[in-house]
């Protein structure tokens, strides 16, 4: 079958060709030749991939398709769909890394031809490392032969880096471009996971979902002095077997083949398809440790047909407790002495139908460390999950007296201003989290009980845990943090209020002074932002696209920063390897920032604190030539009442800024900076009210927490 097989949506055209999506537009209204949509629906057509891009070669606008990029298209536009192309595509990355002597011979082939050919080496290869009962199935010829264009590009695409990093590509795109479809597990909280689990050599997932788990699980252990270096930061060992189950076959498949192209051959790889709580996979297993990120809040979970389940050893969970049925699933799975780590709800600490289970667990010493992480850390990012760390208990041990509470939901976060803590994934200092974390969990796993810090970590012990609700939240049995400063720190924020206070009153704008003239104020000639970016006396960018190289961290000015005056909260995605490069709009010192969303006047000149950073979504960059326009008087007059409200434009649910619409008088250079200055001073006035909030409002919560601990006397 030809590549015209594949289709490619508006989205697609523009990566390809590296422009927006206002210029596909273009073209399909001003060129009669553009190839006509295939499918697709009115408001949203497909093309077929090779006409677009032999149209595109035909216009001079296709310079060079990176492979990336065209191997994409192909999956995205697959005509079985983008997992069965995503599993077919897999499978031969798999045959390439295992036979790759074979390959050259196979893929020499004409397309049909191969198409016939590769599913008795498919076959024995996935036989060989997934065993007869398995989650890939092998294509068939006819199921391969639509995929023959994408099996040569993901071939020649694992040539220039490897087979596991081409399928992590495709992937990770195909997780992207669905981000509703599937219920993620960051990598930051994967690794603590695993970390907290400790060594283990047999590891079961049995809700893998896209096997972030088991592949942080999974990861190979490093040779010679990284070797030493991993051992000396208690790095946990790879693990030679894991296991997985989920309820979707598709997801079940592509978990195989990820986790079987992660790990060497020597690690066995065993992911099976089904409904864990209902049909368990693996019964007979005894891993040395168990992690799970369980489905939330599920009603039909088996309630109905488990009654009599064996693995209820600490209660038979209520309907409404799916997440107490996963922990004791996870310990009927565990050897003694083995270690579940489980993300978990936080109503799952208190909700009143399950404190029985909690009690027994408690009592029998199968539940362990309860730790709070901060909202953002994982979906649903809107809450702040728990990590439940439970070991299931050896024969005749006694269990342990005290149980470790962890709360790392109130850690700070970087740019997030005076007496501001919290604020969602963008503003998340992971390691620090991940450091206090295991700070506290590795010496009470060793020592059974330490010594605790204020309202972050506490040993508490068990019997003052079960009273009538076994409420286990971390934040209700730690101390506040308040009890560790006292008064000395609120004396600290005393003084910067008052010196804010002294500033703010320094800052205060003089009387105003009458003009002379009119009610109507003055009438000056006036241009608009789009007739001076016209002229070349500014340029104007929008926002939000672009990566970061891998490896490094680049912070983002976001909409929610401009309008509360604070330093960049945002960071860019990592590129991907093979994809195309989107070069971010980075901001430069003196740089004019607009939020076009929400209504109201808002104009904001970049400072040293901003400098550098890359523009987010929702904002307008205006880069003013120091020769012609002053910042400080362009940013002045934007957030005139009046003006905004001519440049706005009404939705049903939003307002929108037309930036270009937004006027400003035609003054000269000198007159301008006259006003630039003033409205310098205003800002920086504006500034300084900010501040003295934030500190008042620390004060004010200090000190009540303060005298309701007794830390603070009347």
Same mark, same amino acid.
């Given at each position: 079958?030809?590549?015209?097989?594949?289709?490619?949506?508006?989205?697609?055209?523009?990566?390809?060709?590296?422009?927006?999506?206002?210029?596909?537009?273009?073209?399909?209204?001003?060129?009669?030749?553009?190839?006509?949509?295939?499918?697709?629906?009115?408001?949203?057509?497909?093309?077929?991939?090779?006409?677009?891009?032999?149209?595109?070669?035909?216009?001079?606008?296709?310079?060079?398709?990176?492979?990336?990029?065209?191997?994409?298209?192909?999956?995205?536009?697959?005509?079985?769909?983008?997992?069965?192309?995503?599993?077919?595509?897999?499978?031969?990355?798999?045959?390439?890394?295992?036979?790759?002597?074979?390959?050259?011979?196979?893929?020499?082939?004409?397309?049909?031809?191969?198409?016939?050919?590769?599913?008795?080496?498919?076959?024995?290869?996935?036989?060989?490392?997934?065993?007869?009962?398995?989650?890939?199935?092998?294509?068939?010829?006819?199921?391969?032969?639509?995929?023959?264009?994408?099996?040569?590009?993901?071939?020649?695409?694992?040539?220039?880096?490897?087979?596991?990093?081409?399928?992590?590509?495709?992937?990770?795109?195909?997780?992207?471009?669905?981000?509703?479809?599937?219920?993620?597990?960051?990598?930051?909280?994967?690794?603590?996971?695993?970390?907290?689990?400790?060594?283990?050599?047999?590891?079961?997932?049995?809700?893998?979902?896209?096997?972030?788990?088991?592949?942080?699980?999974?990861?190979?252990?490093?040779?010679?002095?990284?070797?030493?270096?991993?051992?000396?930061?208690?790095?946990?060992?790879?693990?030679?077997?894991?296991?997985?189950?989920?309820?979707?076959?598709?997801?079940?498949?592509?978990?195989?083949?990820?986790?079987?192209?992660?790990?060497?051959?020597?690690?066995?790889?065993?992911?099976?398809?089904?409904?864990?709580?209902?049909?368990?996979?693996?019964?007979?297993?005894?891993?040395?440790?168990?992690?799970?990120?369980?489905?939330?809040?599920?009603?039909?979970?088996?309630?109905?047909?488990?009654?009599?389940?064996?693995?209820?050893?600490?209660?038979?969970?209520?309907?409404?407790?799916?997440?107490?049925?996963?922990?004791?699933?996870?310990?009927?799975?565990?050897?003694?002495?083995?270690?579940?780590?489980?993300?978990?709800?936080?109503?799952?600490?208190?909700?009143?139908?399950?404190?029985?289970?909690?009690?027994?667990?408690?009592?029998?010493?199968?539940?362990?460390?309860?730790?709070?992480?901060?909202?953002?850390?994982?979906?649903?990012?809107?809450?702040?999950?728990?990590?439940?760390?439970?070991?299931?208990?050896?024969?005749?041990?006694?269990?342990?007296?005290?149980?470790?509470?962890?709360?790392?939901?109130?850690?700070?976060?970087?740019?997030?201003?005076?007496?501001?803590?919290?604020?969602?994934?963008?503003?998340?200092?992971?390691?620090?989290?991940?450091?206090?974390?295991?700070?506290?969990?590795?010496?009470?796993?060793?020592?059974?009980?330490?010594?605790?810090?204020?309202?972050?970590?506490?040993?508490?012990?068990?019997?003052?845990?079960?009273?009538?609700?076994?409420? @286990?939240?971390?934040? =209700?049995?730690?101390? $506040? *943090?308040? !009890? %560790?400063?006292?008064? /000395?720190?609120?004396? &600290? #924020? +005393?003084?910067?209020?008052?010196?804010? @206070?002294?500033?703010? =009153?320094?800052?205060? $704008? *003089?009387? !105003? %002074?009458?003009?002379? /003239?009119?009610?109507? &104020? #003055? +009438?000056?000639?006036?241009?608009?932002?789009?007739?001076?970016? =016209?002229?070349?006396?500014?340029?104007?960018? %929008?926002?939000?696209?672009?990566?970061?190289?891998?490896?490094?961290?680049?912070?983002?000015?976001?909409?929610?920063?401009?309008?509360?005056?604070?330093?960049?909260?945002?960071?860019?995605?990592?590129?991907?390897?093979?994809?195309?490069?989107?070069?971010?709009?980075?901001?430069?010192?003196?740089?004019?920032?607009?939020?076009?969303?929400?209504?109201?006047?808002?104009?904001?000149?970049?400072?040293?604190?901003?400098?550098?950073?890359?523009?987010?979504?929702?904002?307008?960059?205006?880069?003013?030539?120091?020769?012609?326009?002053?910042?400080?008087?362009?940013?002045?007059?934007?957030?005139?009442?009046?003006?905004?409200?001519?440049?706005?434009?009404?939705?049903?649910?939003?307002?929108?800024?037309?930036?270009?619409?937004?006027?400003?008088?035609?003054?000269?250079?000198?007159?301008?900076?006259?006003?630039?200055?003033?409205?310098?001073?205003?800002?920086?006035?504006?500034?300084?009210?900010?501040?003295?909030?934030?500190?008042?409002?620390?004060?004010?919560?200090?000190?009540?927490?303060?005298?309701?601990?007794?830390?603070?006397?009347?």
């Amino acid at each position: 079958m030809p590549d015209s097989a594949a289709e490619v949506t508006a989205a697609g055209i523009a990566r390809l060709a590296g422009v927006g999506r206002a210029a596909v537009s273009n073209w399909r209204r001003r060129h009669a030749d553009f190839p006509k949509p295939v499918g697709g629906t009115e408001t949203s057509p497909s093309f077929a991939l090779a006409d677009v891009e032999a149209w595109l070669r035909a216009q001079g606008k296709l310079a060079e398709v990176p492979l990336g990029e065209r191997v994409w298209q192909q999956i995205a536009g697959h005509p079985a769909g983008a997992v069965t192309a995503l599993v077919h595509a897999g499978c031969a990355l798999l045959l390439v890394r295992e036979r790759a002597a074979a390959w050259p011979a196979l893929a020499a082939a004409p397309g049909e031809r191969l198409a016939e050919v590769l599913p008795v080496p498919l076959e024995e290869t996935l036989t060989e490392r997934f065993g007869a009962e398995r989650a890939v199935r092998t294509p068939t010829a006819v199921a391969l032969l639509p995929s023959v264009p994408l099996l040569r590009g993901a071939a020649e695409l694992a040539e220039g880096t490897s087979p596991r990093e081409a399928f992590e590509f495709l992937l990770g795109r195909h997780l992207d471009a669905n981000p509703r479809q599937y219920t993620l597990t960051p990598p930051g909280p994967a690794a603590l996971m695993a970390a907290l689990a400790g060594p283990a050599t047999t590891v079961l997932d049995p809700a893998c979902g896209t096997g972030s788990l088991l592949g942080a699980a999974a990861a190979a252990a490093p040779a010679g002095p990284a070797a030493t270096a991993a051992a000396a930061t208690d790095a946990p060992p790879a693990a030679t077997a894991v296991y997985g189950q989920d309820a979707d076959p598709d997801l079940a498949a592509l978990t195989a083949l990820r986790l079987a192209l992660a790990t060497d051959t020597a690690v066995d790889v065993r992911v099976l398809a089904g409904d864990t709580l209902r049909a368990d996979a693996f019964p007979a297993l005894a891993a040395d440790a168990v992690l799970c990120h369980p489905p939330f809040n599920e009603r039909n979970w088996g309630h109905d047909e488990l009654a009599y389940d064996p693995r209820w050893e600490y209660g038979f969970p209520a309907r409404t407790e799916s997440e107490l049925a996963w922990v004791q699933h996870a310990l009927a799975r565990l050897r003694p002495g083995g270690t579940a780590v489980l993300l978990m709800p936080p109503a799952a600490a208190s909700r009143r139908s399950g404190r029985r289970i909690r009690a027994d667990l408690l009592r029998r010493g199968a539940l362990r460390a309860v730790v709070a992480l901060p909202a953002g850390a994982a979906p649903p990012y809107g809450i702040p999950l728990h990590l439940w760390v439970l070991r299931r208990p050896a024969p005749g041990a006694r269990p342990p007296a005290e149980l470790l509470l962890v709360d790392t939901a109130s850690e700070p976060t970087p740019g997030a201003g005076a007496g501001v803590s919290g604020g969602g994934r963008d503003r998340l200092d992971w390691p620090a989290v991940e450091s206090a974390v295991l700070a506290a969990w590795r010496p009470f796993d060793r020592d059974g009980t330490i010594a605790g810090a204020p309202g972050a970590s506490r040993s508490v012990p068990v019997v003052e845990l079960l009273d009538d609700d076994v409420d @286990l939240a971390p934040a =209700r049995h730690l101390p $506040p *943090p308040a !009890a %560790a400063e006292g008064a /000395a720190q609120l004396a &600290g #924020v +005393r003084e910067r209020l008052t010196e804010t @206070l002294r500033r703010t =009153r320094e800052l205060t $704008p *003089p009387p !105003a %002074a009458d003009s002379g /003239a009119a009610a109507g &104020g #003055v +009438r000056w000639p006036s241009t608009t932002v789009g007739e001076l970016a =016209r002229a070349g006396a500014l340029t104007l960018r %929008a926002g939000g696209t672009g990566a970061a190289a891998p490896g490094t961290v680049v912070p983002v000015l976001t909409d929610t920063d401009v309008l509360a005056g604070h330093a960049p909260s945002g960071s860019l995605p990592e590129a991907p390897p093979h994809g195309p490069a989107e070069e971010p709009v980075l901001l430069a010192a003196g740089d004019v920032v607009v939020p076009v969303l929400g209504g109201g006047s808002v104009a904001r000149v970049v400072d040293a604190a901003a400098t550098g950073a890359a523009l987010g979504r929702n904002v307008h960059l205006l880069r003013p030539d120091p020769t012609a326009v002053d910042p400080w008087f362009l940013a002045g007059f934007l957030r005139a009442t009046a003006n905004s409200r001519q440049a706005s434009s009404y939705a049903s649910t939003a307002t929108r800024l037309d930036v270009r619409r937004l006027q400003l008088p035609r003054l000269p250079l000198a007159e301008q900076r006259r006003y630039g200055a003033r409205f310098r001073a205003l800002a920086e006035f504006e500034e300084a009210l900010r501040l003295a909030g934030r500190l008042g409002e620390q004060l004010v919560q200090g000190m009540y927490d303060g005298l309701a601990d007794g830390t603070v006397a009347p």
